[in-house]
Nanobody, 127 residues
């Protein structure tokens, strides 16, 4: 089972940028599709972005499309989320998640499908 640790959260003003990172350890990182989710106070955890095992395919929630970019480095077992033009409504705890893939090209999953989660990192965007 892979273990995930997020970093890079913080407090920023609206319009600024942050870059989140998620470091994975354990089993072969390249066998996992990766995703980022977020959870704001009083709300359910929601999908943000996903990336395929080799990084060649990405998918975003409409709310972040054009502002956020997900990427991964399989040589370093990391996945990142570059967040630009941040808005107050982006305030949430951000989680990375890993889904072990066997014989499939699918890389977008619902939150209940993921095998492992990080502890989360807080992102707060002030207006």
């Amino acid at each position: 089972q892979v273990q995930l640790v997020e970093s890079g959260g913080g407090l920023v003003q609206a319009g600024n940028s942050l870059r989140l990172s998620c470091a994975a350890s354990g089993r072969t990182f390249s066998s996992y599709a990766m995703g980022w989710f977020r959870q704001a106070p009083g709300k359910e955890r929601e999908f943000v972005a996903a990336i395929s095992r080799n990084g060649g395919n990405t998918y975003y929630a409409d709310s972040v499309k054009g502002r956020f970019t997900i990427s991964r480095d399989n040589t370093k077992s990391t996945v990142s989320l570059q967040m630009n033009s941040l808005k107050p409504e982006d305030t949430a705890v951000y989680y990375c998640a890993a889904k072990n893939i066997v014989l499939s090209n699918r890389f977008v999953y619902t939150k209940s499908d993921y095998d492992a989660w990080g502890q989360g990192t807080q992102v707060t965007v002030s207006s």
